[in-house]
């Protein structure tokens, strides 16, 4: 019966090329190191049965014909009859009961009971059931073919030697160790058969005794068969680790024992015959994987077609290698490989037409998987291309001899292929900034980009434009902020271009004068384009002009007035964002003057009947206006148009004309008690080279409440320590020039806020922390060190806080005085 402890080391044997028929598995050698589960084992064996094993010749037609000899009722070949139990029998032994299951021979007396161990990697006997059968599955012998002609012994890939020579005698039970070397290197073998003939009735084998430690790879022998056409009994040998692909040296030997089974048996060779059945089978140690990076890529563009070496499979293969010989097929119309980069340890052969590369490396033994062989191929043409392997080679010798590379032995058998990798090859896309969409295009398909979201189209068309290899195509519009570019029109390098063209708004006119307008750029407005016109005054009129974008008042700039009265307005460009109104209104040209302030009523010539008409003026634009003030002895008189201080000449001040646009004026005509001043103006320091003067001002009779000094229109600062407002000069001027020039610029003015104070609290550089940096930067004034621009109010007010001890010029005392403060602040003025 079918015993599934077996079924492994069967599994083993069938793999490695030992037909069904002919080699019925020693499961005891080749179960040892089986792992796997039993179960699956048996579905193997039984799938290899069925499958067959044509390398040895056997048909399924005889497996058919034959049944296992654990218990069925065929005959073994040789034996000449049948046990009604299922037992065999050896035609040569006449003995009644199977003592050496599994080799098919018995004794004539029986000396060994059969306990052949599984797992030995043997030939042996299982344990013999009830009926004298063993328990190894035993796969009846087939038609093989019968003998190989003989060969001379140079040839013979395994030579056989004995223990004993032919001239000593052997009696029962003596034994002879029968050694089987190998006589020529094998490479990348998978498996072989080699059987040893042997006479049965004058020897046995000798259960467990399958050496082979030293031939380099495990061994397993069969259990005893018969050739079907000789009638011959034989062993057969073959590597029980089948799943490898290994080499062998020659000179690598395995050995099994036989005992005689009589007495006085000489010239022992002649009972022994080995041979090997078929040929050494090879298989692939190596695989090679194919791939291409990237797989989408564009004429013009290189791709990397990157090969790497793994094993045949993942119990199968070879850890390292040390050359290989690779051939590929590529697609010539659209790619050309760039071997450039290719250094002295490859050798590289390419053919334009045919579409091949080969390529050739030797070197270091490489661990597979640490590297990869990178072609890069430059993309010459659009569309789908092909590399494909046709030939791979790759082997692990190490260096000859004379310490040169072996390279690839040209027995290695081919690795595993791969299949083919596609590229696909598309153009280069150049898009607009903003527009997305894929950088290339793909063969055979229409290419698609979407617009940038949020785009203006309420001010803007946008016109989308699209040229194929430098010709302009027509493309789709989706309707939903996509394009499609067809794919019959894709014939070059895309490039997407948008341009936007501002819409345009209409122009009206209104007022009554809009006779006098012209429209400069038509009656169409450009969005966010500047919009000019033009309107010709009557010199006897105000104009006043005014316009509307989107029903929205919008700025107009002014231009100048030309000799014959036309000016230019221009509406801003970002103002220009809908349909625009202008407005164009004209006057007869009068200006009303209106005074106002504290000395109002010293105006001359106000004549108004009340006090909302006396204060104003309707004077003509065509003429300078020119009005007086009875500036009274003891007042200080300021006449202002805004902030503008106007200089009069004996209380006479005049308004030019082109002042008078029709828009009212107001005069502020303030005045205040003059106020006596005593002015004292002295050296300071120098910046820059340059003599700063300070100027140290004294009221005599004290300012008007809510009035302060100013030099100029600037205020000037106070100085509570001093008791006396002060201000810094640059002049080359005298000191008696300096003040004169004073006298007339420091002028008294309203407060607006608060009058500024100089403090002399430490805090010189005006960080508001009195500490040694303030004492630093006075001693950098004094020394120079700084730059100082006394226009500047924040400069103006650190050279006038440094001067520390009050003395009037700013030197290394005031640093010292800094010092003090820092030092003793109890004694420092609270800011």
């Given at each position: 019966m079918w015993n599934k402890k077996y079924a492994p080391a069967l599994a083993i044997l069938l793999a490695a090329g030992l037909t069904a028929g002919s080699l019925p598995v020693d499961v005891a050698a080749a179960n040892a190191e089986q792992t796997e589960d039993v179960g699956a084992q048996e579905e193997k064996a039984k799938s290899t049965i069925e499958e067959g094993a044509g390398a040895t010749g056997d048909s399924s037609k005889d497996k058919e014909e034959s049944k296992s000899a654990d218990g069925g009722d065929t005959k073994t070949a040789g034996t000449g009859k049948e046990d009604g139990k299922g037992s065999d029998k050896d035609a040569g032994t006449n003995q009644g009961d199977n003592s050496d299951a599994g080799t098919g021979t018995g004794k004539t007396e029986s000396k060994e009971t059969g306990t052949g161990d599984a797992g030995t990697g043997e030939a042996g006997a299982g344990e013999s059931d009830e009926n004298g059968s063993d328990n190894t599955t035993i796969v009846p012998p087939q038609e093989d073919g019968g003998e190989g002609a003989p060969v001379e012994e140079s040839e013979e890939p395994f030579l056989v030697s004995y223990s004993v020579d032919d001239n000593e005698t052997l009696n029962e039970d003596d034994s002879v160790k029968i050694t089987i070397t190998l006589n020529r290197n094998i490479r990348f073998c998978r498996t072989f058969q080699y059987r040893l003939y042997v006479d049965t009735d004058k020897f046995t084998y000798k259960n467990r005794s399958l050496d082979d430690k030293n031939f380099g790879r495990s061994m397993a022998i069969t259990s005893l068969q018969t050739d079907k056409n000789t009638g011959k009994k034989y062993y057969a040998f073959a590597p029980g680790n089948a799943e490898q692909v290994l080499d062998t040296s020659k000179g690598a030997s395995f050995s099994v024992t036989f005992t005689a089974r009589q007495n006085g048996l000489e010239n022992i060779s002649q009972y022994f015959e080995g041979t090997q059945y078929g040929e050494f089978t090879?298989?692939?140690?190596?695989?090679?994987?194919?791939?291409?990076?990237?797989?989408?890529?564009?004429?013009?563009?290189?791709?990397?077609?990157?090969?790497?070496?793994?094993?045949?499979?993942?119990?199968?293969?070879?850890?390292?290698?040390?050359?290989?010989?690779?051939?590929?097929?590529?697609?010539?119309?659209?790619?050309s490989p760039v071997l450039d980069g290719f250094g002295g340890s490859y050798e590289t052969e390419s053919d334009a037409e045919t579409g091949t590369l080969t390529i050739r490396w030797k070197g270091e033994r490489t661990t597979i998987g640490d590297d990869t062989i990178a072609v890069p191929f430059k993309i010459i043409k659009a569309g789908t291309a092909s590399v494909e392997l046709t030939h791979a080679k790759i082997d692990d010798r190490n260096k000859l001899e004379d310490e040169s590379y072996a390279g690839v032995d040209p027995e290695a058998p081919e690795a595993i292929l791969p299949e083919a990798v596609k590229i696909k090859i598309g153009y280069h896309?150049?898009?607009?900034?903003?527009?997305?969409?894929?950088?290339?295009?793909?063969?055979?398909?229409?290419?698609?980009?979407?617009?940038?979201a949020g785009l203006d189209k309420e001010h803007y068309t946008y016109k989308v434009t699209v040229t194929s290899g430098g010709t302009e195509i027509e493309i789709k519009d989706n309707g939903d902020g996509t394009y499609s570019v067809p794919a019959d029109l894709i014939t070059g390098e895309l490039v997407i271009n948008s341009t936007a063209v501002p819409k345009q708004y209409d122009v009206k006119v209104s007022g009554n004068g809009s006779g006098d307008v012209t429209l400069s750029t038509g009656d169409k407005a450009t969005y966010l384009l500047e919009y000019n016109f033009k309107v010709k005054e009557d010199t006897d009129y105000t104009y006043t002009v005014t316009a509307k974008a989107e029903e929205k008042d919008v700025p107009l700039s002014k231009g100048e007035k030309a000799e014959d009265g036309t000016v230019t307005y221009t509406i801003a460009a970002d103002k220009v964002t809908g349909n625009i109104e202008i407005n164009v209104d004209k006057q007869v040209k009068t200006t009303n003057i209106t005074f106002a302030g504290t000395g109002r009523d010293d105006v001359k010539g106000l004549t108004g009947e009340d006090e909302t008409t006396k204060y104003i003026k309707t004077v003509p634009n065509n003429a300078d206006f020119v009005f007086s003030v009875d500036e009274k002895d003891g007042y200080l008189y300021t006449v202002k148009i805004g902030d503008e201080v106007l200089k009069g000449e004996n209380g006479t001040y005049t308004l030019a004309k082109d002042r008078l646009t029709g828009t009212g004026i107001t005069v502020m005509v303030d005045k205040a008690q003059k106020v006596d001043l005593d002015i004292t103006v002295t050296p300071y320091m120098k910046v820059n080279e340059k003599q700063i003067f300070r100027l140290t001002v004294k009221e005599t009779n004290g300012l008007p409440e809510g009035q302060t000094l100013a030099y100029g229109t600037t205020p000037m600062y106070w100085s509570e320590r001093d008791r006396a407002y002060t201000w810094l000069l640059?002049?080359?001027?005298?000191?008696?020039?300096?003040k004169e020039e004073a006298k007339a610029q420091i002028i008294q003015v309203e407060v607006t806020d608060t009058k500024p104070v100089i403090t002399y609290d430490g805090d010189v550089?005006?960080?508001s922390l009195t500490d040694v940096n303030d004492a630093q930067f006075v001693y950098g004034i004094y020394n120079m060190d700084f730059t100082m621009d006394i226009t500047k109010p924040e400069d103006m007010q650190k050279l006038l806080r440094a001067d520390m001890n009050g003395d009037g010029v700013i030197d290394i005392k005031d640093a010292a005085a800094v010092i003090n403060k820092v030092m003793n602040p109890e004694t420092a003025d609270k800011k």
């Open positions: 090879k298989n692939a140690a190596y695989a090679v994987t194919l791939e291409a990076d990237p797989t989408k890529t564009a004429v013009g563009d290189e791709v990397q077609v990157k090969t790497a070496i793994d094993k045949a499979s993942s119990g199968v293969g070879r850890e390292q290698y040390s050359a290989y010989e690779m051939t590929y097929l590529y697609d010539v119309e659209k790619l896309v150049t898009k607009q900034e903003g527009y997305t969409g894929n950088d290339k295009t793909e063969p055979g398909k229409d290419y698609k980009f979407t617009e940038p640059c002049s080359e001027k005298s000191v008696d020039a300096i550089n005006g960080t």
